[in-house]
């Protein structure tokens, strides 16, 4: 088994869904835990299906990178679900909800009217599901997701206590100093980097699994913001690559394989925080 | 010099007037308790003062040196916080932020300051503890040591006993007590005046005849006396 793998690992494409993967799980659990808290858990799910939308955009247009629209767009939205906040008409879940089947109507509408591709069904399912993008990485694009991923643990490093303050209580923060309207801003900005960055590797119906399992299963064991944010971050990386060799070695899909293995490690993680915590209140 | 002067304020939000012609001032080392009916305007004036909203009408001038960004405040507990996993001292220290600015980490000294006032509020004990796991009581505290590491000076407190049992009631107007004494100033919004005017030093009644003045001055007062007069009913 070792000797297949790594005869795997001789291919360049493989190490790149591996560096990518990895780069990938870190970044999108460090926003987990706030996204969890603030109730937001299904804003990668929302954002994702506007990625996606963005995508079959780009695609009809013929943008030859798509990057450039599904990026700025994937932002405006997060922008906007994020910082509407209390006022808005439409609010929290309900805001998230129709964005996110609202755009994912509107691009398998448009894929199917401007159609360029003969496989219809195949394109949308490796969209929603990532199937073998992941494998199918350039060089170009490892590039590119090696820097933004980068930028979002560099901006989450520097904004760590400003991301707390603002997560658990915004009012306190607002009120004495903080501008939280800003680092609501920044959170979005990430968020959504994040998620167009992951789609690569899970499609877009399985992002909310990467953000949000890690978080809730740290959640289960640990009890300070800091060492919740670590332990999902490790957890997330372990999870993901040891997703991603069991999908190369047993020929499963990637993302789906990635996600059961997170959702087992919630499951294990659950039992050991009910252990300790019968323990502690016997 | 007052330290807060609050000059013919009409609040509310979205058009809807909730209050008219609120005028009062509060000095330093005052105790100043704001009680009224449910909906009066009692949280939509905190809101104001605090920065958050702005008023309809009137203003708010600030004295000696005083910003609307050092008003410690300790609001009421939301959904979110009662299951944040937080430790005591992680939550103290973020009482610290408005300082910051852009700075990404708390210095030496803001770390001290927070350990000071975990001790001054009686839960360095708990520092390592998680939030979630605490007490009312002692959740309360801890939120109390976080708005005094944003300010030294004034304190705004929404509702601060609500939801807490009798002993640890007792024990928050104690802390509150002790605060006042040190020389915090302190703004209560309470809706049980009974229990907050043997503390208070002044009196705002939100509603329709709004009242402002000291504690001796609203028992006498009509709004006052009405209030007496149904407690010696009770």
Do not use: W
């Not at chain 1, 004495?176 to 119906?205: D, K, P």
């Not at chain 2, 959740?139 to 609500?162: F, H, M, N, W, Y």
């Amino acid at each position: 088994m070792i000797q297949t793998l790594l005869q795997y690992l001789q291919y360049p494409f493989v190490r790149y869904a591996l560096i990518v993967g990895v780069l990938i799980a870190l970044c999108s659990s460090l926003l987990g835990v706030t996204l969890v808290l603030k109730r937001f858990s299904f804003i990668g799910d929302g954002l994702s299906h506007v990625a996606f939308g963005a995508m079959t955009i780009a695609t009809v247009l013929g943008i030859s990178n798509e990057m450039l629209l599904v990026l700025p767009i994937t932002v405006l939205s997060a922008v906007l679900l994020l910082s509407a906040g209390q006022r808005a008409a439409v609010k929290g879940d309900a805001a998230i909800a129709m964005v996110s089947v609202g755009a994912l109507a509107f691009g398998y509408l448009l894929m199917n009217i401007f159609s360029t591709s003969s496989n219809l069904s195949g394109d949308v399912c490796s969209t929603l599901f990532g199937s073998t993008s992941i494998l199918t990485l350039t060089v170009r694009e490892v590039v590119l997701s090696i820097v933004l991923s980068v930028l979002v643990v560099a901006a989450f490093l520097l904004f760590y206590h400003k991301i707390f303050a603002v997560t658990f209580d915004e009012t306190f923060a607002q009120a004495t100093g903080t501008n939280a309207r800003l680092y609501n801003l920044i959170i979005a900005v990430i968020i959504a980097v994040i998620i167009v960055l992951a789609m690569n590797l899970v499609g877009s119906l399985l992002i909310s699994a990467l953000v949000i399992f890690p978080a809730l299963s740290a959640m289960r064991v640990h009890k300070t913001f800091l060492s919740v944010t670590i332990c999902s971050a490790v957890l997330s990386v372990a999870c993901a690559l040891a997703g991603m060799l069991i999908s190369i070695l047993g020929g499963t899909p990637v993302g789906s394989t990635i996600v059961a293995v997170d959702a087992l490690a919630f499951g294990i993680f659950t039992l050991i925080g009910r252990i300790k915590g019968g323990i502690s209140h016997a | 010099m007052a330290l807060l002067t609050i000059q013919d304020l009409t609040l509310g939000y979205d058009n809807r007037i909730l209050a008219e012609h609120v005028s009062f001032s509060v000095h330093e080392g005052d105790y100043l308790c704001i009680v009224g009916e449910n909906g009066s305007g009692k949280s939509t004036l905190m809101r104001t003062m605090l920065g958050l909203q702005p008023p309809m009408a009137g203003q708010i001038l600030f004295g000696e040196g005083l910003k609307s960004s050092h008003i410690g405040y300790l609001p009421q507990q939301t959904p979110v916080q009662r299951d944040f996993p937080a430790s005591v001292r992680e939550i103290v220290l973020s009482g610290c932020q408005g300082r910051c600015g852009l700075r990404p980490f708390y210095t030496a000294e803001e770390k001290a300051l927070a350990r000071r006032n975990m001790e001054r509020m009686g839960v360095l004990p708990l520092q390592d503890r998680c939030y979630r796991e605490l007490s009312g009581g002692q959740q309360q505290r801890v939120l109390l040591a976080r708005a005094l590491c944003a300010t030294g000076k004034i304190l705004l407190l929404d509702e601060p006993v609500s939801g807490l049992d009798p002993q640890a009631t007792a024990e928050m107007y104690a802390v509150l007590k002790s605060l006042h004494r040190e020389g915090v100033t302190l703004i209560m919004i309470s809706h049980d005046i009974a229990a907050a005017l043997p503390y208070a030093t002044h009196i705002l009644h939100m509603g329709a005849r709004a009242f402002f003045g000291t504690r001796e001055e609203y028992l006498d007062s009509a709004v006052g006396r009405r209030f007496t007069q149904r407690e010696v009913e009770l």
